[in-house]
């Protein structure tokens, strides 16, 4: 596909997820003071994944239109754009009054819809990121795998969900495994399995990539290493811990879009570079203040039979002494294992260097005859 269709579809499909997005932020603020059945992140999380995943998506798409990591997650983002309306109409038609129709039909399709996106970003993406296509044809079982988690999923859970299952349709998993923990697990597992192989796909990948396309690679290396953590916290019903995910995820859409548009691609090692010296550092300077106000407060409670706000001022003075001297340090550490990458040079053999100087003389010649032979004239 080329010419202008790229664009208007990348145009089209962007515009219906900010008119899904409208739709489902107005009906949230229309039923605020409204009470909320048990749910996963915050209200609208859908919103601002599907707005930033799908931007980043129709960028591409616009732009790089062979490139099938742009229609995937432009496609995957209408879905999330649905997704936040099914989730939000429920409580808005229930909350109108006369109350409107087809609440349930929306927790169904709420209940299960949500798996589209995840097994599509979870897997595909690591299979075929950056290049849009399989690492090579051995990798078709992954991808097969891929589809048979979704599936399994989404078969699943319609089973499990009323009229066909004892769950009241709904988007909190929990109620899911506590009924039919056995059914939900197969989907898990394989989903479990398959996102498995698509990370090592993608580092087989990177140990096999040079140039431009480990860059691409290291933008998402970068993001996978922050999401492991926070995958472990955003499946847990900590709420802080669902909204760190939720941040990772917008990270991960910047993070494709960089690297596909290829926007500052080589600033990569320059990002990596700082995170690990002031995240080092934060972790060094928070254990630091916990020591030392603690070791302060002791003592003063030892001298005088009471803490003392003294021991803040002596802890901030530590803190002040030793920030310089621990970034000088973790600075050069860090810099002797990453290195800002620069563009790579253009290799040139000798022959094309030898007939470069010959053309080169040659013109130099020719202009010196032009200017003898303009001054004897």
Known sequence: ????????????????????????????????????????GFRGWEILLGLSFGSVGALIVAHRPRNRIGWMVLGLSVITGI?????????????????????????????????????????????????????SARWRPAAALAYAAGFVLIVSTILASQ?????????DSTAYFELVGPIMGVGYLLFLAAATLAVVSSVVRYRRSTGEEKLQLKWMAYVAVLAIPGAV????????????FIGLAVL????????????????????????????????ILAGLYAASMTFSQRVFTTLTGH?????????TLVLASTFTPIKTRLQAVVDRRVKPAAPAAVELDHATVTAMLAAAEDRLRQIAREEISRADG
């Open 1 to 40: 596909m080329s010419g202008r269709a790229p664009r208007l579809i990348a145009a089209g499909s962007f515009a219906s997820i900010a008119v899904l997005s409208a739709v489902a932020l107005w009906m949230i603020l229309v039923t605020l003071d409204r009470p909320l059945p048990p749910q996963w």
């Open 83 to 135: 997704q936040a309306v099914v989730d939000q109409y429920p409580i808005f038609a229930e909350a109108v009054d006369p109350v409107l129709p087809y609440a349930g039909v929306a927790r169904w399709i709420a209940a299960w819809i949500w798996a589209l996106s995840a097994v599509g970003l979870v897997t595909f993406l690591p299979l075929l990121f950056p290049t849009g296509h399989l690492l």
């Open 163 to 171: 009229p066909l299952g004892p769950v009241p349709p709904t988007t």
């Open 233 to 244: 916290v955003g499946v847990s019903p900590i709420f802080i811990g669902q909204v760190i």
């Open 252 to 283: 991960a859409a910047v993070a494709i879009g960089v690297s596909i548009l290829r926007y500052r691609l080589y600033e990569i090692d320059l990002i990596i570079n700082r995170s690990l010296v002031y995240g080092t550092l934060s972790a």
């Open 307 to 315: 803490p003392s706000d003294a021991a803040i001022v002596l802890t």
